[in-house]
């Protein structure tokens, strides 16, 4: 019984790699050399004072989470993340039931174009947009709950963002 365990346990192993799995990064194919990864403060074009600062410091967090690429200073990069904020749109997502002129919920989305250079050669390896969505309700404070929304925006973006880098999607 011991041997027929062993020798199940050995054929599985023999035939895993046919099967198409593979142990280790999923980076995709043309990023292969790339394994430190360069993140400076974002552009801003929105409204919004302050936020490129908290966008690139939600994205190294993410990268240095995910572990894929180091993050590491320009000059020892392999290659740049550049990237800019473009939009921060805020609007009615509902209205109160008696007043359709009054809001009772906002959507806010956040646009984020990037683009991945080598260093070295200054070429384009990798250019997108990425989008976050996210609600908050007009409460008491307008000023605050527009400021927790923001901060989910960001980390959404973070997310999607550090994706489409590591894994090409």
């Known amino acids: 019984m011991r041997i027929l365990a062993v020798l199940l346990a050995i054929f599985t192993l023999a035939t895993l790699p046919g099967c198409g799995y593979r142990l280790g990064s999923a980076k995709p194919a043309i990023l292969a050399n790339v394994t430190k990864i360069a993140i400076p403060t974002f552009k801003n074009k929105t409204y919004i004072p302050n936020i490129e600062v908290l966008m690139a410091d939600a994205t190294i967090k993410q990268f240095q989470q995910d572990g894929t690429y180091e993050i590491v200073p320009d000059d020892r990069a392999d290659a740049i993340l550049t990237c800019t904020l473009n939009d921060a749109v805020r609007r009615q997502a509902r209205a109160v ?31 997108g947009l990425v989008n976050a969505d996210t609600l908050f ?33």
């Open 137 to 169: 309700y007009n409460d008491a404070d307008l000023q605050i709950d527009e400021q927790q929304a923001i901060v989910n925006a960001i980390q959404e973006v973070a997310v999607k963002l550090t994706g489409e880098i590591t894994e090409g999607f």
């Open 97 to 127: 039931l008696s007043n359709v002129l009054a809001t009772r919920q906002f959507s806010l989305r956040i646009t984020v174009e990037y683009e991945l250079t080598d260093r070295v050669t200054g070429v384009k390896i990798l250019s």
